[in-house]
C-alpha cells in the first residue's frame, strides 16, 4: 500500500480526504500537516514516513510549489499532488512547470481517486523516491558472556558520535542482560522493545522520547529484564529503515544468543564485529559463531576485536586470526581501572587514555572505506584446543533457544 502526507491548512479538507482515501483501501495516510513546514520540518517528517506521495493544499499557491521543490530535493521520485476546491487553468499550468503533474478537485470522488492511485503506483514503480539512508551499521556480537562486548559497543559508538557530521544511535538489544542503561546511567522508561512495537508508525514526535541523547549519540537501551519479551523480525527491519535514515552511523549490542532478530540485524550490516578474549573458551565459540555465520553467508563481514589483550598473552594476535580465519580489526588493551572509573563515572573511558586513543582509531576506520580483505591461509593451532571438549552445533542450540 502506498504511504502518503496531506498537507492543508484546511483541517476539514485534509479530513475529507483522509476518509475519501480510507474508503479505497488503497492508500495510507500516514501523517497530517495543518500547516506548510519549512525545509527542516519537511525533511524530518519525509525522512520519519518515508512517504510515496505528498497530498498539497493550493490554497495559498507560493508556499505550495515551495514545498514540492523542496520536497523533490529531499527525496527524488516523491509524487506531488495538488488539491483544492477550484483550480484556474492558469494555476494548473504554474504547478505544471513546477513539476506538479496531478490534482485532485474537491468533492473528492471514488472514481477519479481510484484512478489517480493508479497513476501514482505506475509512477512510483517507475521511479520510487529515494530517501537519504546510511550504511554504517555496526553488530557487536559477544563469544560468549563477560567478554566486555558492552563496554566496546558503548566506546566505539562515542568514538564515532565526535567525529564530524557524524550523529549516532546505540541500541542495546541483549533484552534480558543489556548493559547500557547501567553502564550509562539512564533513566528513560522507554526501550528499544517499545520502540519495535512502534516502528511501523515511528514518528518524528515519538522518536525523540524514546531515546536518551548523550552529546551528538542517542541510545536505546533494552529496558529490565522480562523473559517473556519477543521482537519479531520484521519490527526490526522497519526499525532499522527508520533508523538508517536520521542517522550517520548505528550500532548494535547484540545478546549472543542469536535470535532470529539477532541474525535480521546482522544481515543489515555492514561489519559484524565478534568480540572475544584471548582465552580459550572464549575463542572456542567464537570459532563456533564465525562457522555459523559463514553458514549464513556472513563470513565476509566479521572482524575479530580482541579485548583484554596483554603483551604477555599465550596467544598472540596473529595466531587469532589464524586459527579463526578472520582479520583481527583491533587488539584491546586491558585497562581495568580506566573502564571502572568509566563505570562509575556513567560514561565513556577517557578520550586521552591509551584505551580510549584505540577506539578513536577503530571508529575512523570504520567511516573509511574498506580495502579488500586478505586471503587468509588457515595454519595450525589446533593444540590450543586439545583440552576442549567436542564441538557442539550451535545451528541446533538456536532451535532449542527459539531464536
Not at 510515496?52 to 514540492?68: G, M, Q, R, T, W
Not at 563515572?345 to 586521552?352: H, I, K, W
Request: proline share 6%.
Amino acid at each position: 500500500m502506498l504511504r502518503a502526507i496531506v498537507v492543508s491548512p484546511e483541517p476539514e479538507l485534509a479530513e475529507a480526504l483522509k476518509q475519501a482515501v480510507a474508503e479505497t483501501g488503497q492508500l495510507g495516510v500516514v501523517r497530517q500537516l495543518d500547516r506548510y513546514p519549512d525545509g527542516h520540518e519537511l525533511v524530518r517528517v519525509l525522512r520519519a514516513h518515508a512517504p510515496h506521495v505528498v497530498f498539497v493544499s493550493i490554497a495559498a499557491l507560493k508556499p505550495a510549489i515551495e514545498l514540492s521543490q523542496l520536497g523533490e530535493q529531499a527525496a527524488p521520485g516523491i509524487q506531488f499532488v495538488a488539491i483544492n476546491r477550484t483550480c484556474e487553468p492558469a494555476i494548473l499550468l504554474e504547478l505544471m512547470r513546477a513539476g506538479i503533474r496531478e490534482f485532485l478537485p474537491v468533492p473528492f470522488k471514488r472514481q477519479e481517486l481510484v484512478d489517480l492511485i493508479s497513476r501514482l503506483r505506475e509512477g512510483v514503480g517507475k521511479k520510487p523516491p529515494m530517501f537519504s539512508t546510511t550504511d554504517l551499521l555496526f553488530a557487536f556480537l559477544p563469544s560468549k558472556a563477560g567478554v566486555g562486548t558492552s563496554t566496546v559497543a558503548l566506546n566505539v559508538s562515542v568514538a564515532l558520535s565526535r567525529l564530524p557530521d557524524t550523529k549516532v544511535l546505540l541500541l542495546d538489544l541483549d533484552l534480558n542482560c543489556g548493559m547500557q542503561r547501567f553502564m550509562l546511567k539512564l533513566d528513560n522508561a522507554y526501550s528499544v522493545v517499545d520502540a519495535c512495537e512502534h516502528a511501523a508508525n515511528m514518528d518524528e514526535d515519538l522518536w525523540p522520547q524514546l531515546v536518551t541523547s548523550v552529546k551528538n549519540l542517542d541510545v536505546l537501551h533494552s529496558g529490565g529484564m522480562n523473559p517473556g519479551v519477543r521482537i519479531e523480525s520484521f519490527q526490526i527491519r522497519n526499525l532499522m529503515d527508520f533508523a538508517r535514515r536520521h542517522y550517520k552511523a548505528i550500532t548494535v549490542d547484540l545478546s549472543g544468543n542469536m535470535e532470529r532478530y539477532s541474525l535480521e540485524v546482522m544481515h543489515e550490516a555492514k561489519r559484524v564485529f565478534i568480540v572475544t578474549t584471548p582465552e580459550i573458551p572464549s575463542l572456542h565459540l567464537a570459532r563456533e559463531k564465525l562457522t555459523f555465520l559463514q553458514g549464513l553467508d556472513l563470513g565476509d563481514r566479521v572482524s575479530v576485536l580482541l579485548n583484554r589483550a596483554h603483551r604477555r598473552s599465550v596467544i598472540t594476535p596473529a595466531q587469532v586470526e589464524e586459527l579463526l580465519g578472520a582479520p583481527v580489526a583491533l587488539s584491546i588493551p586491558n585497562d581495568y581501572h580506566g573502564v571502572h572509573r568509566a563505570l562509575t563515572a556513567g560514561r565513556e573511558v577517557e578520550a586521552s587514555s591509551e584505551l580510549g586513543k584505540q577506539y578513536a582509531a577503530l571508529a575512523r576506520t570504520l567511516v573509511e572505506p574498506r580495502p579488500p580483505a586478505p586471503v587468509q591461509q588457515r595454519k595450525r593451532l589446533t593444540e590450543y584446543f586439545s583440552i576442549l571438549p567436542a564441538r557442539y552445533s550451535l545451528a541446533a542450540h538456536g532451535k532449542k533457544d527459539g531464536g
